[in-house]
């Protein structure tokens, strides 16, 4: 059943680097990048070749593991990863692991300080596949009654290409379509980098999953000719009230189930949850390239020096989420 490329690998033992399925080229190629200093990760960070908040904590440890055995380097490569990008807590909550394991071991022989850090970063990757498999389960089971054919919606790209695993969100449907419940899944593009029209139909129509790929403005007009039961998606960071931050459009698709009384899910492992933060108007937000919008993908679509504003994620109050789909269970507020 899967035959998606792995999202990420590490080639070699100690001395080895880390390969990335280059996500910006998708679906039209597969191209690999190949990762060898801590600067190639931070760059596949920043220009989107590795995204989704669990897959970027997953190759930050990595990164740090290119570092040069010391302290003083892991920790420096720490501070450096973290500035990627800000949105995604995974990002910190996995270098904060892995700085903790330096310290731990930072008196130990240079090859089995390294040995540390390569053995937590796997351990990282390991766990993350395990949370997906969790997440699945509960999604599916909490999602069991609804009818066989039913319509699910999701936003952006919460799949494997996104995880270690099988996806957040996508391995809720995954799961539903194991036990044969034939979910049809309706995908918003996902502007303004069409996250769900290059990677989520692909990873869909790879699995064998029926799906729909419809414009972001569409989703209002889906939702009132009844084709939505549930709308499920992934998070970059929940604060501790529940309110999530996701891929820009999310609040508005939860604005809209509320409208239409369609029960909207967040789909996330415990790494995503910041409990340091209060609620979600903390949530730092990050701000990308106005060319994303004026020139995507090459292509010049507005004039020149067009005033733009362009934040990457939104933050769904708790008030419009059914409930979040973690590992532990589903959790609501
Ligand atoms: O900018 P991206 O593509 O990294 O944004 C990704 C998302 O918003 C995902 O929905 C989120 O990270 C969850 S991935 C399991």
């Not at 990282?124 to 319509?151: F, K, W, Y």
């Not at 989703?219 to 549930?230: D, H, I, P």
Request: net charge negative; charged share 20%.
């Amino acid at each position: 059943m899967n035959r998606i490329p792995e999202t990420m690998s590490w080639k070699g033992g100690l001395d080895g680097y880390l390969v990335l399925l280059d996500q910006t080229k998708l679906p039209r190629e597969h191209v690999e990048v190949d990762c060898k200093t801590v600067e190639d990760v931070w760059q596949s960070i920043k220009r989107l070749a590795v995204r989704g908040a669990p897959a970027i904590g997953c190759a930050a440890a990595y990164g740090v593991c290119l570092s040069e055995p010391e302290l003083a380097e892991v920790e420096q490569a720490c501070d450096y990863l973290a500035t990627s990008r800000p949105t995604a807590v995974n990002l910190f909550w996995a270098l904060n692991r892995m700085r903790e394991t330096a310290q731990q071991t930072s008196t130990l022989a240079p090859h089995q300080f390294a040995e540390a850090l390569l053995t937590e970063a796997r351990a990282i990757r390991e766990e993350d596949r395990q949370m997906c498999t969790d997440i699945g389960n509960h999604g599916a089971d909490l999602l069991a009654d609804l009818p066989v054919g039913s319509g699910i919606l999701t936003h952006c790209n919460a799949g494997a290409l996104a995880t270690a695993g099988d996806g957040t969100a996508l391995s809720v449907i995954f799961e539903l379509a194991r036990r044969k419940r034939k979910p049809h899944v309706w995908v918003d593009e996902t502007r303004p980098l069409l996250q769900g029209a290059r990677l989520t139909t692909w990873e869909l129509m790879q699995r064998g999953i029926d799906c729909t790929l419809i414009c972001d403005s569409m989703a209002a007009q889906v939702m009132r000719e009844g084709r939505v039961q549930a709308i499920v998606t992934g998070a970059d960071r929940i604060a501790a009230n529940g309110d999530a931050a996701n891929k820009i459009g999310t609040y508005g698709v939860a604005t809209l189930a509320k409208v239409h009384d369609i029960p909207f899910y967040i789909a996330a492992p415990t790494s995503t949850f910041d409990v340091s933060l209060t609620n979600g108007s903390e949530i730092p937000i990050e701000q990308r390239d106005v060319e994303e919008i004026t020139c995507g993908f090459g292509t010049p679509t507005a004039p020149e020096k067009v005033s733009v504003y362009n934040p990457a994620f939104d933050v769904t109050p708790v008030e419009l989420i059914a409930g979040i789909i973690t590992e532990q269970g589903v959790k609501r507020y």
